[in-house]
């Protein structure tokens, strides 16, 4: 799987988006980007993840450049209960209805602030 | 609410014992990894099950073990328990039944917390 860097932390005004880069440079054709976020000790909770096109849902956007080098999850309107170690994986996605273990990275310690 | 659930939620115990923790994947999912979170560590995969047969291997200790059983529970057992196992352990499942969505997203249990005094 690709390695991710991320950085180790940010702060974002409550109400303000949050933006938080991941840098990917070597993902391979077939290699998804996930986000994970982990609010203080709960189990790590999915975010959002893709391929090659944006994608949004209900909790963010993720932008992934064009030559699928970063990406950046985008949390619209940040609150306190955003703050979180959220967590840039990338790997390969299923095949043959098995699926791979994730591998985690140190995260960005994202802060809300009020 | 990922629909998986772990118990026990707190667990202490000491040195040299033996203690199981449990699983309960999503409805319909057949995959379970489990993970260990120690301080100095962070997450790291330790191992999965697929319908009951261990499908890959992490950085497992040989006094682990796990296995899941025919209606899709897994059982993580850790034995001779050391301090430096105590940790957060997360249980996470993927992967639903033929006739729904298959999908590769990995959803986590609230986890257990051990404590080895």
Avoid at chain 2, 23 to 34: A, I, Q
Wanted: glycine share 8%; proline share 4%.
């Amino acid at each position: 799987d690709a390695k991710t860097t991320q950085p180790t932390s940010m702060d974002c005004a409550e109400g303000r988006a949050a933006n938080l880069p991941c840098n990917h440079s070597t993902i391979s054709g077939n290699e998804y980007v996930y986000w994970y976020r982990q609010i203080h000790s709960q189990g790590p909770q999915y975010i959002i993840h893709g391929l090659k096109n944006n994608e949004t849902n209900e909790m963010a956007s993720l932008i992934i450049t064009e030559d699928r080098k970063s990406s950046t999850l985008i949390l619209p309107h940040a609150t306190l209960r955003d703050t979180a170690v959220y967590y840039c994986i990338v790997r390969v996605g299923i095949s043959s209805g098995s699926a791979r273990q994730l591998t985690f990275g140190s995260g960005t310690q994202l802060t809300v602030l009020p | 609410d990922s629909g998986v659930t772990q118990t026990p939620k707190h667990l202490i115990t000491a040195t040299g014992q033996r203690v199981t923790l449990r699983c309960s994947p999503r409805s319909g999912d057949l995959s379970v990894y489990w993970y260990q979170q120690s301080l100095d560590q962070g997450l790291q995969f330790l191992i999965q099950y697929y319908n009951g047969e261990e499908r890959a291997k992490g950085n497992i200790l040989e006094r682990f073990s796990a296995q899941q059983f025919p209606d899709l529970h897994s059982e993580l057992n850790l034995s001779s328990l050391e301090l430096g196992d105590s940790a957060l352990y997360f249980c996470a499942s993927s992967a639903r039944l033929a006739g729904g969505p298959v999908t590769d997203t990995q959803y986590f249990g609230p986890g257990t917390r051990l404590t080895v005094l």
